[in-house]
């Protein structure tokens, strides 16, 4: 029985791939076809059991000589690495997911956090990973903004963060209560990291991750280790090129990896063919809804998207960056503009790549 539907089902995946062909042709097309974008964008896309395919697109003044395996500054798609990272710890029992803030956050951080109204005896590592916690959000403030447009992103820590967010917000809901995005909180996970490993950041995410058994060769954390010679994109953000500004403005958990879009690409679709945990459960927490705010987009470092009945998971950045896995087409995108205004135009680039091979997408020729 197996011999005679094997021919069938090769003939029926080569029409697939046609299909995937094809529509990935349209998107490109489609694309180049739109208005100019401001600047290039760079786009990786990885069809399942492939290799990435990386292209630079060209913006209105050409492609600014970028190669494609520049860096970009991810800004919170970093999110789901260190998600990822809490989520390796716990499956080996080096922490607990309900422990709540009292048991292990700092003293001072504590007394201030709970000054300001925070029940840290209720928040759990759970609803930092969430955004659940009821924590405001300090790099959504005016005030942040105004810092880092002024101070060009220097002078920030740790304890500036934690002080500015009590100094400047308010809780915005009970633990648990509703979804509220918040860089503090991964800011609060990025030191739990530390203080469970004994080893600053950026190595702990890099060897809990095994960074380089997964070939990612382009993926370093800014500030903390060398670049070693690999570019990185000039970003620009509101008419200003931010290639410059000082990376201790988002460094400590809530940003701070750069990545080229072909190592983005990499790490999202290995994580999601379940080569960075030890337990496919693990993965399945990782994604799940339950328990969480019925309205909540986010998971445990990821977003959900949907988009034309095509669901989708990932994590987006503020310079503008996108990583996306389309679970029907078993397809990763990940790519970055170079100004941050050409946002739109990759999302809905990602989107239709996502979209192809996949039920609601690509259909049969």
């Known amino acids: 029985m197996r011999s005679a539907w094997w021919p069938l089902a090769l003939l029926l995946s080569s029409a697939q791939a046609v299909s995937a062909d094809r529509c990935t042709r349209e998107a490109f097309a489609a694309h180049a076809a739109d208005t100019p974008t401001l600047a290039p964008l760079v786009i990786s896309l990885r069809a399942a059991g492939t290799a990435p395919e ?59 956090l709970a000054d300001d109204g925070y029940d840290v005896a209720r928040i759990t590592v759970r609803h930092l990973l969430s955004h659940t916690a009821g924590f405001a959000d300090h790099a959504q403030t005016p005030e942040f ?20 967010l009590v100094a400047w917000t308010d809780p915005v809901a009970a633990p648990g209560e509703r979804y509220a995005y918040s860089d503090t909180g991964y800011v609060l996970l990025g030191a739990l990291i530390e203080q469970v490993t004994g080893r600053p950041l950026a190595e702990a995410v890099r060897t809990q991750l095994d960074f380089e058994g ?23 953000y509101e008419g200003i090129d931010t290639h410059d500004w000082d990376p201790s403005m988002d460094r400590f958990g809530g940003g701070g990896l750069v990545a080229s879009a072909r190592d983005m690409a990499v790490f999202f679709a290995a994580l999601f063919e379940g080569r ?5 459960e693990t993965l399945a927490l990782m994604r799940s809804a339950q328990g969480l705010p019925t309205d909540s987009p986010y998971r445990l470092g990821l977003l959900d998207y949907r988009d034309n009945g095509v669901p989708a998971e990932g994590h987006s950045g503020f310079w503008g960056t996108l990583a996306l896995h389309a679970p029907a087409s078993g397809r990763t995108i990940a790519g970055g503009v170079v100004d941050r205004t050409d946002m739109p135009r990759l999302r809905t680039l990602v989107h239709a790549l996502a979209r192809c091979d996949s039920p609601a997408g690509a259909g049969a020729d």
């Open 214 to 236: 997964l070939g990612l060769t382009r993926t370093w954390w800014e500030g903390e280790e060398s670049p070693a010679g690999r570019a990185r994109v000039r970003q620009v």
């Open 54 to 112: 990386t292209r630079v697109l060209p913006g209105g003044q050409g492609d600014d000589g970028l190669s494609g395996d520049e860096g970009f500054r991810t800004a919170s798609i970093t999110k789901t690495y260190v998600a990822a990272t809490v989520l390796r710890l716990s499956e080996a029992g080096d922490l607990d997911l309900d422990a709540p803030l009292s048991d292990w956050l700092r003293d001072d951080w504590r007394t201030l």
């Open 276 to 280: 960075v945990f030890e337990r496919a």
């Open 145 to 164: 903004l105004d810092d880092i447009r002024t101070h060009r992103g220097a002078g920030w820590s740790r304890e500036r963060v934690v002080g500015r």
